[in-house]
């Protein structure tokens, strides 16, 4: 199990910056893959990015260049770094823990923190 700690939402004007933690309960290195989904209201929650376990990433094309996603493994924490930031970004962001274990797969998740980007 992993549970699953975001910080460091807020209010910010468009074109401004906000990074986002998320802090595991347990080591990240192992586990398989770490995300960032966000979903706005009436919207469906959707994947914005993710870092594997070997370092790969992915991106939502409407991030693309202006999110990086990264993890420190020695403070089990993932970050999103969100710069240009425009009001459509304006969402509940979810932290995500993807974990394989032999036959079992788990997604964990964060409570969620809100980021609101004003024009």
């Known amino acids: 199990q992993v549970q699953l700690v975001e910080s460091g939402g807020g209010l910010v004007q468009a074109g401004g910056s906000l990074r986002l933690s998320c802090a595991a309960s347990?080591?990240?290195?192992?586990?398989?893959?770490m995300g960032w989904y966000r979903q706005a209201p009436g919207k469906q929650r959707e994947l914005v990015a993710r870092?594997?376990?070997?370092?790969?990433?992915y991106f939502a094309d409407s991030v693309m260049g202006r999110f990086t996603i990264s993890r420190d493994n020695a403070k089990n924490t993932v970050f999103l770094q969100m710069n240009n930031l425009k009001p459509e970004d304006t969402a509940a962001y979810y932290c995500?823990?993807?974990?394989?274990?032999?036959?079992?797969?788990?997604?964990?998740w964060g409570q969620g923190t809100q980021v609101t980007v004003s024009s």
């Open positions: 995500n823990a993807y974990l394989v274990t032999g036959n079992l797969r788990g997604d964990y």
């Open positions: 347990r080591t990240i290195s192992g586990i398989n893959a």
């Open positions: 870092i594997t376990s070997g370092g790969g990433t």
